[in-house]
């Protein structure tokens, strides 16, 4: 909330003087710390503040510096997964799928951005300037902010005569952490419905391994994360991620992200260095936050193998509307092969995967009357794998009508079923005995 005109001067100058101060630079107080600070500072000489107006005063400031200052209703709303404030010229916010121009979250100059920036910076390992006009930041709250700014990056805009013209602008992009919507959350929005949400559960008892494929903003990983809700506790989980993107709901949760390297060069650790690492660790669920290279792939299938219990990641796959099991079974197993190097081939490959991969769910976007919705659109149950026919075996266990928006549930394979009773699981979902066939070529 704004200051009334008579306190913001005073805000300004007691702003100005914590700032100029180098202990500011280097070593920032706890928001709490802080407070007491500007309170001692509020009784003096050139910040002096009125009783009355101190606590207005010092709340306004504390909210700038250490919360997301126009952006904090934005970072607030479940909703907004992105946020992108291109100088002071615009702020675009992707809310539920949906980018537009946000009228309350906008800077008051570019230069207002900038100092937003540095603050955000202070205490991480990362910095912006000038000489060097491009950051990509992990902050201590889990949020990933990337800037880049200097005469290279520009904004089209038009003038007062109307004419197109490009400015010089600070860019900068924020990506928020999933919110963790639980498998309950996800029925109510949409996403699956109540059969397929016993599915998952029976699927998170039993421990079985999963693979979540999606395009872009497809909420896989929001997926993965209402996963989470229903693994039994007992058990250590290990999640490993680029960025921390996911809020896990089980107990137990270990988690494991890329660090960049220090001031001489050293200390960087990398997706590739924390999965060899998670082999010592001896978790009995291990996660990856999302496969995007070709070794990570083969990674995860090697992973399972050795993983106790469940393993369980997502891969970016343009899911059509049509075969889309079959289309992830084969955009993955190329890619895992790949990352083999020459030492496999895409049989082998596709037979690891039926030894420990169980199930495969596809998300996309659906559009219902004009609106956007996030929805599973199909899931497979690997079954095993044919080495005469050369073939990976799957049961068709969803599907996605996109004339009728309505999810069709064929069963779980008899072998789930046998599972769930032998380890003592009730499964009241339907079986089915249809199999299908994906040919390794």
Not at 187 to 208: I, K
Request: charged letters at 20%; hydrophobic letters at 40%.
């Amino acid at each position: 909330m704004a200051l009334t005109p008579d306190l913001q001067p005073m805000a300004d100058r007691l702003e100005a003087w914590v700032i100029a101060k180098a202990k500011w630079k280097t070593e920032r107080a706890s928001r709490k710390g802080m407070y007491t600070y500007l309170l001692t500072r509020c009784a003096q000489g050139e910040t002096f503040v009125p009783p009355l107006s101190r606590e207005a005063v010092i709340t306004h400031l504390l909210n700038k510096w250490y919360d997301y200052d126009v952006l904090q209703s934005a970072i607030d709303d479940a909703l907004t997964s992105d946020i992108q404030v291109i100088g002071d010229e615009t702020t675009i916010l992707r809310r539920n799928g949906v980018n537009f121009a946000s009228t309350e979250a906008k800077f008051a100059s570019d230069q207002a951005l900038e100092a937003f920036v540095e603050r955000q910076l202070q205490g991480t390992p990362y910095t912006f300037s000038l000489s060097d006009p491009i950051t990509d930041a992990i902050l201590p709250d889990g949020y990933r902010m990337n800037v880049i700014g200097g005469p290279s990056t520009r904004y089209t805009v038009v003038d007062e005569a109307g004419q197109i013209v490009t400015k010089p602008c600070t860019i900068v992009t924020i990506r928020k952490p999933i919110y963790p919507f639980t498998l309950d959350d996800l029925v109510t929005l949409g996403t699956m419905n109540a059969q397929m949400r016993q599915y998952f559960s029976l699927m998170q008892r039993l421990g079985d391994s999963f693979l979540i494929a999606g395009g872009v903003g497809s909420a896989k990983t929001t997926l993965m994360n209402a996963l989470t809700g229903d693994i039994p506790d007992g058990y250590k989980n290990l999640f490993i991620e680029e960025l921390p993107e996911m809020t896990p709901l089980c107990r137990w949760a270990i988690r494991l992200t890329d660090r960049t390297h220090n001031a001489e060069g050293r200390g960087m650790i990398t997706m590739m260095r924390n999965l060899v690492n998670s082999f010592r660790m001896d978790a009995e669920n291990e996660f990856i936050g999302e496969v995007r290279t070709p070794e990570i792939a083969h990674l995860f299938l090697r992973m399972s193998l050795s993983v106790k219990r469940q393993t369980g990641t997502t891969f970016h796959a343009h899911i059509g509307f049509d075969h889309a099991i079959e289309g992830i079974l084969q955009r993955f197993l190329l890619e895992a092969s790949a990352g083999a190097g020459a030492h496999t081939s895409v049989l082998h490959t596709a037979s690891l995967m039926a030894d420990k991969i169980r199930h495969l769910i596809a998300m996309r976007e659906v559009r219902v009357q004009g609106q956007r919705f996030l929805r599973v659109t199909a899931i497979g149950e690997i079954i095993g794998f044919d080495a005469t026919r050369r073939a990976l075996q799957w049961v068709p266990v969803v599907a996605y009508d996109f004339e009728t928006q309505d999810f069709v549930f064929y069963g779980v394979s008899p072998t789930m079923a046998k599972r769930a009773h032998l380890d003592g699981h009730v499964c009241d979902l339907p079986t089915t005995d249809r199999v299908c066939e994906w040919i390794v070529q």
